[in-house]
């Protein structure tokens, strides 16, 4: 059965840092994109950015370009989304999903349960 | 970038038709992907590829695309059919490459 975990809920002050995983099991981590997905309150699905754990190499959304990290450890089976400083803007859900792709188009047919993130002073 | 455009609302009567749709410039030379978010829970992929569905997920989910619109149809609406839904393309000619509607919420009256 495929499977991502995703960690706990944080709650965080404004300008610390965070990291948040996603581990994979059931399938061939390498073999697939993970992307992160934001949710924030009552909002719509954002996509974030994506990497390919077989070599690491990412590609973000303008929206979050520069202001967070994504990374994997292939090894483990697990993918990161970071940030070096957080705001009370970056208060949301979010979500790992694992992409399935054709020569034509993308979806996503896996998701974690997603990681509450809390940011307030 | 590319953008989809959803209807913020959709009701509907239990066992009569729902109708969901995702407008974008020419969508219908790309590929559409639905889901549906219930509260509290993480998205789940309804249909792939304009029409096809997931294992798991009943008939009565169906989707189409043509020209400058998308749709997916919910046949005989249950309660538990009541969800947020969102349309998703993939963009391959920008960096956003992933591209989701704003979301629709159904409502079953």
């Known amino acids: 059965e495929v499977q991502l975990v995703q960690s706990g809920a944080e709650v965080k002050k404004p300008g610390e840092s965070l990291r948040i995983s996603c581990k994979g099991s059931g399938y061939s981590f390498t073999s697939y994109w993970i992307s992160w997905v934001r949710q924030m309150p009552g909002k719509g699905l954002e996509w974030m950015g994506r990497?390919?754990?077989?070599?690491?190499?990412?590609n973000y959304s303008p929206s979050f370009q520069g202001h967070v990290t994504i990374s994997a450890d292939k090894s483990i089976s697990t993918a990161y989304l970071q940030w070096s400083s957080l705001k009370a803007s970056d208060t949301a859900m979010y979500y790992c999903?694992?992409?399935?792709?054709?020569?034509?188009?993308?979806?996503?047919?896996?998701w974690g349960q997603g990681t509450l993130v809390t940011v307030s002073s | 970038s590319y953008v989809l455009t959803q209807p913020p609302s959709v009701s509907v009567a239990p066992g009569k038709t729902a109708r969901i749709t995702c407008g974008g410039n020419?969508?219908?030379?790309?590929?559409v992907h639905w889901y549906q978010q219930k509260p509290g829970q993480a998205p789940v992929l309804v249909i792939y590829y304009d029409s096809d569905r997931p294992s798991g997920i009943p008939e009565r989910f169906s989707g189409s695309n043509s020209g400058n619109t998308a749709t997916l149809t919910i046949s005989r609406v249950e309660a538990g059919d009541e969800a947020d839904y969102y349309c998703?393309?993939?963009?391959?000619?920008?960096?956003?490459?992933?591209?989701f509607g704003g979301g629709t919420k159904l409502t079953v009256l």
């Open positions: 020419n969508i219908g030379s790309k590929s």
């Open positions: 990497i390919d754990p077989s070599d690491s190499y990412t």
């Open positions: 998703q393309v993939w963009d391959s000619s920008s960096d956003l490459t992933w591209v």
């Open positions: 999903a694992s992409g399935y792709c054709s020569s034509t188009s993308c979806y996503f047919d896996y």
